[in-house]
């Protein structure tokens, strides 16, 4: 009797999971490709510049690149060799950020990647450049965010760090983990008495 039941067990267990594996799957190779079609870009650009307005009207910031190719169903651009400059004060440009690549989602946000470099367009700031390999950019709040390797360089001092939360329109940095500061103090010229 116990091995009776043991072998139904066992005819329902292997019926189960020949059930789920399903390995004769019935559906033509057309109806697995369907699943698989590739999303067509609604225009590919070259040279193309975006503007993005406040609420005032007035210039917020721009985005710029080599290519950009629009994905209207999934709310995405890709861009090659994008740059991103940030206006404040009546148009004045006080951040630009290039990279190799980005992405930027309908959500307007902004994914950079690949050899950074963002710059300060204000003279005599305390930090001049921030290099990394991966950026986040909220376009609407200015702020700015990545856990990758992060390099800050100013006109007396260099810095490493793990992770960087920046507000630019505050123009505040804050470094998540230090590594290294190297102070370099510039020397002035007159103080070459010898």
């Known amino acids: 009797m116990n091995r009776n039941i043991v072998i ?6 292997l019926a189960a999971a020949v059930l789920i594996w399903r390995p004769f799957d019935d559906s033509g190779p057309l109806e697995q490709e369907a699943g698989y079609r590739q999303i067509q870009p609604d ?15 007035e210039l917020a910031h721009r985005i710029a690149a080599e290519e ?4 209207s169903p999934i709310g995405l651009t890709e861009l090659m060799a994008p740059t991103y400059i940030l206006q404040l004060n009546q148009g004045n440009d006080i951040w630009q950020v290039q990279a190799e690549q980005g992405s930027f989602y309908a959500d307007n946000s902004l994914v950079l990647e690949r ?17 990394t390999s991966y950026l986040t950019i909220d376009t609407d709040a200015g702020m700015v965010t990545t856990e990758q390797p992060v390099l800050i360089i100013g006109p007396d001092f260099t810095a490493r760090g793990e992770g960087l939360r920046a507000d630019l329109h505050a123009q ?20 070459n008495n010898e």
């Open 115 to 131: 050899n950074i470099e963002m710059t300060s367009l204000t003279a005599a700031e305390f930090i001049e450049r921030i290099e």
């Open 8 to 13: 139904i067990i066992g005819v329902i267990f």
């Open 172 to 191: 505040t940095v804050e470094m998540i983990k230090h590594v290294e500061t190297i102070y370099t103090g510039r020397r002035n010229p007159s103080d």
């Open 68 to 71: 950009m190719t629009h994905y």
């Open 43 to 57: 225009f590919t650009a070259t040279g193309l510049i975006v503007r993005v307005y406040d609420e005032r009207g």
